[in-house]
C-alpha cells in the first residue's frame, strides 16, 4: 500500500476556501479510479507553522500512485488547487 500525503497552505484560509478546496479534493474518489481512499482534513491549529488542509490518499502500487499523478482529472483540481493555495509539501511512503 502506498500512503501519498499533501499539506496545502492556502492564500485565504477563511473557511469557506478551506470547504470550497476540501469538496474539490474529495471529487478526486468519483473520478480517478485507481484511488482506494481518500481523507482531506481542516486544521485548526493557529500555529505559525500548520497548514491549512492535509490531503491523504492510498494507492495499491507506486504504478497507480504514477498515474493517479498523470489523470487528466487530478490536473484538473492541481491547477484549482495552484490558483489558491500559496505552499504545498508532500510525503509519500510505502
Known amino acids: 500500500m502506498i500512503k501519498h500525503i499533501v499539506f496545502f497552505k492556502l492564500e485565504d484560509n477563511s473557511v469557506e476556501q478551506k470547504n470550497i478546496v476540501k469538496e474539490r479534493?474529495?471529487?478526486?474518489?468519483?473520478?480517478?479510479?485507481?484511488?482506494?481512499?481518500?481523507?482531506?482534513?481542516?486544521?485548526?491549529?493557529?500555529?505559525d507553522r500548520a497548514y491549512d488542509l492535509a490531503l491523504l490518499t492510498d494507492f495499491?502500487?507506486?504504478e497507480d500512485l504514477d498515474i493517479y499523478a498523470k489523470d487528466e482529472y487530478h490536473q484538473?483540481?492541481?491547477k484549482f488547487i495552484k490558483s489558491v493555495a500559496v505552499s504545498s509539501k508532500v510525503v509519500d511512503y510505502k
Open 25 to 47: 479534493l474529495m471529487s478526486l474518489k468519483e473520478n480517478v479510479k485507481v484511488l482506494r481512499h481518500i481523507e482531506v482534513g481542516i486544521n485548526f491549529s493557529n500555529e
Open 60 to 62: 495499491e502500487s507506486e
Open 76 to 78: 484538473e483540481v492541481i
